[in-house]
Structures are given as structure tokens and as C-alpha cells.
């Protein structure tokens, strides 16, 4: 770990357990954590404009490497003043590595079959992957594009993150503990190439986060968060799988963070069900990044006090018709105390814009609301029973 | 006409020549005239919500009777208060009388075919026409559906609107001079009956506006304008077709408006571009509803002080790469105020939400603009070189 105030610093205000509520602070302002992290993967976050993601209370976006990269590129940009000037946005900006999607070509799926539920892919198909990096096609053009450790820092670099993440390569579910054991190794050496880039080339105030990987395996996941945690980094991230199921994720996740450095602000990578989220708070993780709230939205999802349809009311497949109750009753957000579910169902099933406005709105105030009330009950000591009352169904403004 | 202030008034502030800057007085409050108004076609103005159109200056927008009588049906709406109610809109509201998507439906295009730009479609081929009314299939499940003058005022009296259309066969350009007169002639009479439903059962603050077709023949234009007038309505509409280019609309526009009586309030339907809206005011129509603002939106294109484009800035076709420039110059919107050319390109171009919202904020902001600043000049006794400066491509505000 180094210790770099002027990339990042990370102050712990209070513990619960091993739950703690922080500061990061960045060149682009404060996070408050633990934080929830809204995804503007190709530059805007769904339907929405930064000064609304800023009006809902976040701190924090994350940009999309790999969709940034293929398109418009680094270079239109870094033109504009990097992804803060390219999408006037003035807080604190994140990026992935572009690891995770390059790797999602090869190994088949996405999201999928990081998180087990996937088929086995055709390995390497449409991806060529060397010790060097990884050379791939477009989805866009065709044209063949090649991205190492030192092309994602160059493209981190340009989008001018305040925060990049190291080229990783995500093994995949279905991958064997051999297989896991080898790509672990590669990534590690890629961290090196990362760190070496970026001490030589990359922006003054950027910090930078390690990744660590190792699938289900607590060997291999102990030697990652070591050699991570040993490099030069600001941060560290837990990446790769963590399972088939939510069972074996809660194992695998109590089994990592535990070794990962107390000190470290800690990313846990793709994860943001409320379950989940609530499960990496307790386990001392700080910030967490996810599609579904804004992919629910599209699809006419609203987040809900409901442990038993997993925080989901299905605003396309209810009955919900004359039903003037909010989505959620008490929710701050605009689709809750301008509209009732009788509306927002009629504008989803007809596929309306404003639906999956509303809808994002109204997923993303949910998931601000969940981390704040979190951030409270660790300052207040009562993290667990927190945790407890939404889990068992209460809203986090109620738990 | 009538003169009845519990359904609508209508004062004159100022004229010029045959432009008048006046007020509309509903149980929902005024609409400055001349004004240009939204559609909320189905329950919404494309991706907003209806404090976000208010907050835009509008006071009026208009509801699509066909497309909500189909779903999510009349009902339904009345249940939840009225389409006021249904979408929490709590300004003016007017709703067309469903005549229009109707014989579209039945005469083969859409707009196109009323605006002359289209074939030839097959009479009848989905609709049955009778003296009674129209009987057609649901275009979302096949259910027989069935709309007469009775009906349309029922459903517009469900949606609450505070004005009325009276249901009208929308004759299309291809249409014979004799089909005209005919048609004409139903419509007619279908104003009558129009006006006996809503005189026995329309909602009491209701006003109702009737329709004046006759298409591009001038003794027929004048019948119908005659016959409107003599009828017990609160306000008149020009409707139908208008002929088959710019130049032909602008004669029969010229022909048909100082056929109607001075002291009414002068709709023209679905006309909304610049120049088109700046001509109908030059006349003394007062409100003006259109689908191209935010159609174009849709498809990236931005309004813009170019009339040699007719008003357009298409952001996906042209070279926008590094373009610093807001969309418009001085646009007070929260596209051009925030964001530049080449992001919302690159926004537009990859089929972004946001992009469409924002495109969606400006052009319902560029109208805006231009009817404000119209009215304005109107009361400034200038509106002929108002008109001449927006046509000479001077944006409306410094028109």
C-alpha cells in the first residue's frame, strides 16, 4: 500500500463491528462511505444528467473503460477535459479497468458467468489473450483493438479518473482452480505493469486500486490480497467470482475481506443487491458498484422492501391497475411523491421514456437511501441491527 | 359560438396587424397565447415528467384520445381523477378527439398523408366508416373497437381535459374535391352531435373547440369555417389537410384563418414548424400542437436559428467531434447551459437516454423561446420584423 494524500487518503470516522463509515478524499471531492456507486458506463448514467446524479446525494460515478475505449476513444476525451469535462460532471469519477468486459468476450458471458449462473463459454473465440494483454474486435467497427496493463492506465489516464483500477483478467465461474491459479499469477504480473505505468506516466492526483482475485479459492484469494496488498497501490478491489450462488458469495466474501489491509478503502466489484451490499458493509467493504438498479429500471423493476422478490416490485407484471400507493411508500424520490404505481406501471408497459426515468430515479434515491442510513447506523453503533430491519423487510429510512 | 367563462375565456392583451398576444383562461389556470403545446400522447411528454414541463414555461399540453382510448382506456384514466390526475399534471389541458389516428389509420398514412407527402393509402382497408362512426381493430390486442362523436366526447370528458375536440374525419390530401365535400359535410354533423353529448353530459368546465375542414378548396374551407362559428363551441381548430407543400399550406392558411370570427380562440393542428407556427401567428391563430419537437429529439436532431436546414441541427450526421459549442448559442436549456455539441453527439449517436432527454429539454425549450419571445413582440407592436429576424435565422431571443 502507499500512502499518497495527494491521490487519495481514506479516513475512517467510526467502526461497528468490523463495519466502518469513511471519508475518501479525492482531487473531485469527498465520497462519504460505505457508498453505493451509480454506473455512466458510456458516459451518462441511464436518462440522467450529472447535476441530477449529484442532486440524489452521489458522490461517486463509475465510467466504463472498455465502452469508452472502443467508443469515441481516449483521445475525443482527453480532448474535452477528460470524462468529468466530456460529461460536465464534477465530483469523483472511478473507472474500471476494461478487464472485465474484454474478458466477458472470451469467456462467453458477462455478469453471468462471474457470478456462476452462466454456461461455459468458448474460451479465447473472440479474444486473443497473451502474457501481453488482449487483442479483440470491435463489436462496434470490427476493427481490432489490443488493451495490456499499460493501455488500460493510458486510457484511465486520459478519461482522468480519479480512481483507476488495474487490468485484471476476471476468471470466470467455470474456470478450474489450475486455470484460476495461473490467471491469478498473470494478473498480479499485470498489477506490476499497472504500477510501473502509472508511477512513470499516469496523472498526479489519480489514484490507483489493485485488484484482487483467486475465484472461490482462500488460498489463492490469501496470496492475492497479499501480493496486492504489498504493491504500491491506494486501494484495493475484490474482483473475479465469488460463486455460484449468494450462499457461496457470503463465504467467499467472509473468507477475502478479512485479508485484505484494515487501512484500505475497499471496492467489492460488480456487487449491489441490497442483500449483498448490506453483507460487504459488515464485512468492512466501503464502496460497490453495480448495474441492476439502473438495468431494473429499463426493465420496469422497482427496488422495494420485499426480501422475499429480493427487494424487486415488477411494475410490468402486477396487478396495478387503480393502485394509488407510491412504488414505495416514504421514498423521497420523484417517482414516489409525484406518482402511483397505477401510472408508472401503465408508462412502463407501454415503454415510455419517463418510466425508466422515473425508474432510475427512483432505484438509485433506494440505493443512496440504503448506504446512508447504513453510514448513520455505523456512526450510531447499530449497524447490525440496521442491517437486521432491512433484511427483514423495513425501508432503509425506517430501519 | 358560445360565450360561456365557467368553460373557457379568451382575452385579447394586444394585436398586431392579425397577430394577438392573448390569454386563455381554463379551470386549470392560463395559457399565454400564442404558445406551442407538448404532446403527452400517451400519459407523457417523451422521457419528462410533468413538473419538468411546467418548468419549462409550459401551461398547456396536449393528450392523445385514440392512443388513450386503446389503452390504458377511459376508465382507468377517470379512476385515477382524469388524465390530470392520472399523470399528476395540474395545468391546462386539451385533448384531440381521435379522429385524426382514426382515418389514418383508414386513409393509409399518418401525417404524411395529410400533409401531402404521402401515397395513396387503401380506403377503408382498417376502418369501417360509417355515418355512425368508425369501427376499428385495437392495434395493440385486435379488439373491435368502436368511436363516434358520442364516444370521443365521452372519453375526452373521462380524460377530464379542460378542451375538447370535436371528433372530425381528418380528410387526407390524395382525398377528391367531391370525398372533401362529403366528408366535410359528416363532419358537420358530427359536430352537432358533438355538441348535443357534451351539452347533456360533458363535464361542466369542459369547453369544447370545433373543427374546421374543407381541405385546401376555398369555398369548402369557408363553409366549414361558417358552419363551425354558427355552432354553440367555445373555440375553433383548423384541421385537415393543408396541401401538398410549404407554399400550398401557407395559401390555404392564408385563405382559411380570417374565415374564422376574430374573437375566438384559433387552434392549428399538428403544425409546429418555425417557420409554419411564426406564419399561423402572422394570421392570428393562437396555439399550435405539433409531434415534431420531440420527435426530432428522438432521433438526435436539435432545433436550431438555421432556417436553410429548416430549423435542424442534426447531431448524429454532422461533424461534431470536438465541437465546444452549446447546441444553440444563448439557449437558456440544461443542454446547451451544461453540456457541448460533441457529447451529446457521441450521447445521440449511441442511442443514450439521456441524450434524448436532453434533446427533448431543448427543443421543448426552443419552442418555448420562440412563442414567448413572439408574444412579446406582439405586445410590442414588432412582430413583423420578429418574424422576419427568426426567418433571417437570429435565434428567438435575439430576435
Known sequence: MRDDPQRLSFTIDARDGAARAGVIATSHGPIETPTFIPLATKGSVRGLDGDEVAALGYQLILGNTYHLFVSPGPERIAAAGGLHGFMNWDRALITDSGGFQVFSLAHGGVANEVKGSGRSGDHGSEVELTEEGARFRSPRDGRELFISPEVSMQVQAALGADVALAFDECTP???????????????????????????????????????????????????????????????????????????????????????????????????????????????????????????????????????????????????????????????????????????????????????????????????????????????????????????????????
Chains 1, 2 share one sequence.
Not at 192 to 202: L, P
Not at 215 to 242: C, F, N, Q
Not at 273 to 297: H, K, N, Q, S, Y
Not at 333 to 338: I, W
Request: aromatic share 6%; proline share 5%.
Open 173 to 399: 465461474f467455470h474456470a478450474d482452480r489450475d486455470y484460476t491459479a495461473r490467471s491469478t499469477e498473470r494478473t498480479h504480473r499485470w498489477l506490476d505493469r499497472c504500477i510501473a505505468w502509472h508511477e512513470a506516466e499516469g496523472p498526479p492526483g489519480q489514484a490507483l486500486f489493485g485488484i484482487v482475485q483467486g475465484g472461490t479459492h482462500e488460498d489463492l484469494r490469501r496470496e492475492s490480497a497479499e501480493y496486492v496488498a504489498a504493491a504500491a497501490v491506494d486501494g484495493l478491489a475484490i474482483g473475479g467470482t465469488l460463486g455460484r450462488d449468494k450462499e457461496e458469495m457470503a463465504a467467499v466474501l467472509a473468507m477475502t475481506a478479512p485479508l485484505l489491509p484494515e487501512a484500505a478503502a475497499k471496492h467489492l466489484l460488480g456487487i449491489g443487491e441490497v442483500d449483498d451490499l448490506l453483507g460487504g458493509i459488515a464485512l468492512g467493504l466501503d464502496v460497490f458498484d453495480c448495474a441492476v438498479p439502473t438495468r431494473l429500471a429499463r426493465h420496469g423493476v422497482a427496488l422495494a422492501p420485499s426480501p422475499e422478490t429480493r427487494w424487486r416490485l415488477d411494475l410490468r407484471k402486477g396487478r396495478w391497475v387503480g393502485d394509488r400507493r407510491p412504488i414505495v411508500e416514504g421514498c423521497p424520490c420523484p417517482a414516489c411523491t409525484r406518482h402511483d404505481r397505477d401510472y408508472i406501471s401503465y408508462l412502463s408497459r407501454g415503454e415510455e421514456l419517463t418510466a425508466v426515468r422515473l425508474l432510475v430515479l427512483h432505484n438509485l434515491t433506494y440505493m443512496r437511501e440504503l448506504t446512508t442510513h447504513a453510514r448513520r447506523a455505523i456512526g450510531a453503533a447499530r449497524f447490525d441491527a440496521y442491517r437486521a430491519a432491512v433484511l427483514g423487510g423495513a425501508a432503509p429510512w425506517d430501519a
